[in-house]
């Protein structure tokens, strides 16, 4: 192979710390976003045993949280779920308390099994029936209790990848002993909570999206729920049409049953399975003997804010 007539002066712009755009422009600017990682699927069989043995064998109190970060090996042993995004499942066993905190990173919690735990934000109690979505937007304070008797369990999802990629993290921890957190009057205001049984009544009027899915947003005047988080329930009755996006995808099977094709994968999911859809992957999804629902959290509000958003359908 010869080498090409500006080898030398490429060596010598590398030395000097410079770069030579003509060589590397399709590096520099991709001609379509590439996700890094193929869509992936957790099922709730083979999360569910984890979560006793984490509950019985990791005291709360040793530890910040109990939860169980579901993390695809694409991002080569960092803990992240989707692009941008983590998805995880919390342990509580009855009593237990999760030390309140705050971050600048976003986070939701979706009621699964958790009646009896209640998470407290900004002062603010908000119980957990389930089907219950509870938010915890950026540096509010927050912390979680199972005040029930048997153990809860919730899916919980976040940014911290979005954040730690634009270095953007803050956390502080609050105090253990606290007793002042604990000890709130106030019930869980709109601002957040969003109750269960409100978000079915809406998804049954809820008109059909663009791939024919009835979906219901989560909103906050009019708009996502969060500067970064945009959430969804979707209600699959037949076949939805492919699409593809921008942004990225966390799915919660909240009821029911079916099969997504994603990607080159094909899931057969079931209740409170998890799977992804990453950016700029085709995915649709089908029902099988009745409706199913999904949970959808997704970074859209990013892409939207970024003017970055972008949707196809076939
Ligand atoms: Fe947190």
């Known amino acids: 192979m010869t080498a090409r007539p500006d080898a030398s002066l490429i060596a010598a712009l590398e030395r000097s710390h410079l770069h030579p755009l003509w060589d590397r422009y ?3 600017t991709p001609v379509a976003p590439q996700a890094k990682d193929a869509p992936m699927h957790w099922r709730w069989r083979d999360i569910e045993p984890f979560t006793s043995r984490a509950a ?3 005291g709360i ?3 910040e949280r109990r939860a169980l970060i579901l993390a695809n090996p694409a991002f080569g042993g960092e803990t992240v779920t989707t692009h941008n995004l983590i998805g995880a499942f919390t342990v509580l066993e009855p009593g237990d308390k999760a030390v309140p905190h705050r971050h600048t990173a976003a ?3 979706f009621s699964t099994r958790a009646e009896g735990a209640v998470t407290i934000v900004n002062g603010r109690r908000c119980e957990m029936y389930e089907g219950d979505l509870v938010l915890t937007p950026p540096m509010c304070w927050h912390g979680h209790i199972n005040e029930g008797t048997r153990r809860t369990v919730w899916f919980d999802a976040a940014n911290m990848p979005a954040i730690c990629m634009l270095d953007a993290s803050f956390f502080e921890p609050g105090m253990r002993q606290d007793e002042r957190f604990w000890d709130v009057g106030a019930e869980g205001s709109a601002e957040y909570r969003f109750p269960g049984d409100e978000a079915r009544r809406a998804l049954a009027g809820a008109p059909r999206a663009a791939d024919g899915a009835r979906t219901h947003r989560y909103t906050k005047n009019g708009s996502s729920v969060m500067p970064t988080l945009d959430l969804y329930l979707k209600h699959i009755d037949e076949p939805t049409r492919r699409m593809r996006a921008t942004w990225n995808a966390i799915c ?5 049953e079916g099969r997504s094709a994603v990607g080159d994968k094909v899931f057969e999911w079931s209740r409170h399975d998890v799977f992804t859809i990453p950016h700029w992957t085709w995915a649709a999804h089908e ?3 009745g409706a199913a629902e999904l949970f959808i959290v997704t970074d859209r509000a990013i892409y939207e804010r970024l003017d970055l958003l972008r949707e196809e359908l076939q």
Do not use: M, Q
């Open 56 to 58: 019985s064998e990791v």
């Open 107 to 109: 986070a939701i919690r």
């Open 252 to 256: 919660l099977v909240v009821s029911g």
């Open 61 to 63: 109190e040793d530890v």
């Open 287 to 289: 029902p099988r003997g």
């Open 26 to 28: 399709k590096r520099i």
